[in-house]
Nanobody, 126 residues
């Protein structure tokens, strides 16, 4: 069993920064890909960024590329999302997700991820 737990959300001003963490516990050796998603009220869950921890390949959505950085600390079994230059449109619930095997081209689709965190709120005010 794999469990994910997010932390680090909260409030920030337009142009500010926050860092999210996602601790992975359980049978972590089976995890091949991890990702961050977000969902604002009335919208679909969208992929924000993904990482293959073993090779450190990363990918980002167009809306966050250049502002957000995804990383992974193998020793701590923790994934991070550094969010800089935050904008009000970044306001959403953020979720971390993990899967054993995943076609890299499909990383941004929430379908097919077996493991999810409970979500954490990020609010950016102007």
């Amino acid at each position: 069993q794999v469990k994910l737990a997010e932390s680090g959300g909260g409030s920030a001003q337009d142009g500010g920064s926050l860092r999210l963490s996602c601790v992975v516990s359980g049978y972590t050796g089976s995890i091949n890909i991890m990702a961050w998603f977000r969902q604002a009220p009335g919208t679909e869950r969208e992929g924000v960024a993904a990482i293959y921890p073993t090779v450190r390949s990363t990918s980002y959505s167009r809306s966050v590329k250049g502002r957000f950085t995804i990383s992974h600390d193998n020793a701590k079994n923790t994934m991070y999302l550094q969010m800089n230059n935050l904008k009000p449109e970044d306001t959403a619930m953020y979720y971390c997700a993990a899967e054993r095997r995943r076609d890299w081209a499909l990383w941004a689709s929430p379908n097919g991820y077996s493991y999810w965190g409970q979500g954490i709120q990020v609010t950016v005010s102007s």
